[in-house]
């Protein structure tokens, strides 16, 4: 019952209809564990720089997020800087600094690489296969990626379909690596690419999990509080990936329970910004919102 | 047990990737009617020129469309003309020939004067109005429109909120009349203009049910068969009304599980060119698939 996650910890710059914040704690790996903890002990590996406050680090090891993988460089931390118009479904992205990212290899403990539940969030393909093929008994692994991948390293994403069991994409991602813009197209033209299972997210439009056995497809959480999606994907994941690793079984009640789970946790990401909301999050708000979400799909 | 729908009869011509159909029957009414038919009896009220063959006539009257109130005038037949290409959820209008339309006074006997449930697909607020007002006993009144209606007669399309029960609309729609971005927020302020209910149709995204008691959200039927989605909003509408007027009672349950049967029907509409496959529908076969899309989304 412990996952581990390699991704991006970054400092976000966030301006939305709402508000605007600077050099908020945020990337891929926080995002994602500040959900998955709810459920497992999260194993964050992730590279910041010499700017990195402190204070963010002791809030992560507060929150029980196991830290010993996430390594400081000389250099600056990745920085990303976005703006949300009145449209809060599409961000608009001002600046993005690699900094210390761009020379990553993630080194994990020999703990670490019997850890049986992997996420692979966004980085590039080569730094997600290094990881991989350091774990030695994997037994879930999923990864994400981006469009910026799908077009510039497009055949070792390809190649690391083969290895990973759950392929994560948003809508575009999938059809743009895909080529096919029916959705349930798409998944079949990934699944087809190695993976065992592919699971599509639409933002506010809500989650698609395909595999051979069954399509689950599920709306969003529907709320009219939207403050700042900055992240809502890695927090659907991590409460996706946090539930399967807290059950172990996966069957299909359990998977598309655990894409309930990831649904409920992405719709209290969005409430604030960045960790704000998530941070305080417990299981039982959890528990209490995915009853109340399965009256608004149930027929 | 019956049913009224005001809205169009027109001659459709489409092109998709999958193939181009000149002059198919189309038209509001006639994609409502085909689903609705269904469930129960449908009296359709339209208009069509000199120029709409006999044959159509004949099919919808084989239908068992009650089309006593289909009136022929001098002039053209309303003709749409449109083009779908790799991204089939937005068409491209490529002309609109308004004809008889323009000049249209819907006429009923008295007998459809005391139906109870009534359908204003999109057509001139003014002309769905001047129907309304003839209507004797209207226990359900759910009304469509389109964004020419919206930009064009937006007080007359306000006024009419006032006086139905359910306002039905796309995201985009909902979008532009509300002035809200959020769709929660946007269906809030539709039900604050008036109706009872908002029903939010987001193509292939599925439906929103909003009303005061509660809030629905289902997704659409996951298909990857999508050949012409020309009038599959008009058939969702079509399967939600014919459900509520064979059951009758307007309760929590019978709303979702119309709503869910609309989804079904419309995931039939999508799969042909024009009524192709509607016409060719059997309840049972909505009832098969509302089983298996159950399968889809529970957890």
Redesign the interface.
């Known amino acids: 019952m412990s996952l581990i996650v390699l991704g991006t910890v970054a400092l976000d710059t966030v301006r939305t209809p709402f508000g605007f914040r600077r050099r908020m704690l945020g990337g891929s790996a926080a995002h994602f564990s500040m959900a998955a903890r709810l459920f497992t002990k999260v194993n964050l590996v992730a590279i910041i720089g010499r700017d990195f406050p402190q204070e963010y680090i002791n809030f992560l090891d507060k929150k029980g997020i196991i830290l010993t993988s996430l390594i400081r460089a000389e250099g600056a931390t990745f920085k990303w800087s976005g703006e949300y118009k009145?449209?809060?479904?599409a961000a608009l992205t001002l600046s993005t600094e690699l900094g210390v990212l761009s020379a990553f290899k993630p080194k994990i403990s020999e703990d670490q690489k019997r850890i049986k539940h992997i996420f692979l969030a966004n980085v590039d393909p080569d730094i997600q296969r290094h990881l991989l093929a350091h774990m030695r008994t994997p037994e879930l692994v999923a990864l994400d990626s981006m469009n910026y991948w799908i077009k510039h390293k497009r055949q070792s994403l390809l190649r690391l379909l083969k290895e990973v069991d759950i392929y994560v994409a948003n809508d575009q991602e999938a059809r743009d690596l895909s080529g096919e813009?029916?959705?349930?197209?798409a998944a079949?033209y990934l699944y087809s690419r190695g993976p065992e299972m592919v699971l599509i997210k639409?933002g506010?439009?809500?989650v698609?999990l395909y595999c051979s056995k069954?399509?689950?497809?599920?709306?969003?959480y529907?709320?009219?509080k939207?403050v700042d999606p900055t992240g809502a994907g890695d927090t659907f994941a991590g409460g996706f990936m946090g539930y399967l690793a807290k059950v172990k079984k996966i069957n299909q009640?359990n998977l598309?329970?655990a894409?309930?789970y990831g649904t409920v946790a992405a719709s209290f990401n969005v409430e604030a910004f960045g960790l704000q909301r998530t941070s305080r999050l417990k299981l039982k708000d959890l528990e209490r919102r995915l009853s109340r979400f399965?009256?608004?799909?149930?027929?």
Do not use: W
Not at 86 to 89: C, E, K, T
Not at 181 to 185: D, E, F, H, P, S
């Open positions: 009145r449209d809060l479904n813009a029916n959705l349930i197209k079949q639409k506010e439009h809500g698609l069954f399509i689950f497809s599920i709306p969003a529907p709320t009219d939207v009640v598309k329970k894409v309930a399965r009256k608004c799909i149930l027929f």
